[in-house]
T-cell receptor, first 113, second 115 residues
Framework: DSGVTQTPKHLITATGQRVTLRCSPR?????VYWYQQSLDQGLQFLIQ???????AKGNILERFSAQQFPDLHSELNLSSLELGDSALYFC????????????FGPGTRLLVL | DQQVKQNSPSLSVQEGRISILNCDYT??????FLWYKKYPAEGPTFLIS?????DKNEDGRFTVFLNKSAKHLSLHIVPSQPGDSAVYFC??????????????FGTGTRLQVTL
């Protein structure tokens, strides 16, 4: 158990809908990262927050957004969902922002029908 | 553009033998490298890392080798155990700028350790 929790574990929705994925980092970790893993793909970095502020952005679609709240949990919002958004979404956390081991949650499996 | 490549999607090794997983990268800015292991239905778990100022780092049965001139790193597992059967991801990061350390992952190698 990495100490990072993600909810829900599974999510099935329809095209055009909007969903919110939630992540609680390990106790004491200030950084939260979001990654997407599509079929047969490696993990693609989406976005990072540190202590409530956006720190780095990857190939995150404009339809996707994220935020980190004062209690340090984070939410990833996916809107106008398309079939190709079906993937595993992982959250990771670390103490700081540089050269810190990232600890991953179990992921949320999203299926868009 | 895949900046981190794991060209072997799968590898099968007998228990007790050495497992060698390979990873190549193209971005010369990468200066920190990590290996993660992933079991089904779980998130990746950190295994071992290496900074670009080193060419080897060892932790128990796991050793990572870095060849900067070839932009190549490898993970050696000796001896391999059935519990090592998992998908192994290589990841790279740029940390010398002192800013956020996003990880760039390879596509993974599925290791099967057979009895």
């Amino acid at each position: 158990d990495s100490g990072v929790t993600q909810t829900p574990k599974h999510l099935i929705t329809a095209t055009g809908q909007r969903v919110t994925l939630r992540c609680s980092p390990r106790s004491g970790d200030l950084s939260v990262y979001w990654y997407q893993q599509s079929l047969d793909q490696g993990l693609q970095f989406l976005i990072q927050y540190y202590n409530g502020e956006e720190r780095a952005k990857g190939n995150i679609l404009e339809r996707f957004s994220a935020q980190q709240f004062p209690d340090l949990h984070s939410e990833l919002n996916l809107s106008s969902l398309e079939l190709g958004d079906s993937a595993l979404y992982f959250c990771a956390s670390s103490v700081g922002t540089v050269k810190e081991t990232q600890y991953f949650g179990p992921g949320t499996r999203l299926l868009v029908l | 553009d895949q900046q981190v490549k794991q060209n072997s999607p799968s590898l099968s090794v007998q228990e007790g033998r050495i497992s060698i997983l390979n990873c190549d990268y193209t971005n010369s800015m990468f200066d920190y490298f990590l290996w993660y292991k992933k079991y089904p239905a779980e998130g990746p778990t950190f295994l071992i890392s290496i900074s670009s100022i080193k060419d080897k780092n060892e932790d128990g049965r796991f050793t990572v080798f870095l060849n900067k001139s070839a932009k190549h790193l490898s993970l050696h597992i000796v001896p391999s155990q059935p519990g090592d059967s998992a998908v192994y991801f290589c990841a790279a990061s740029v940390i010398n700028t002192g800013t956020a350390s996003k990880l760039t992952f390879g596509t993974g190698t599925r290791l099967q350790v057979t009895l």
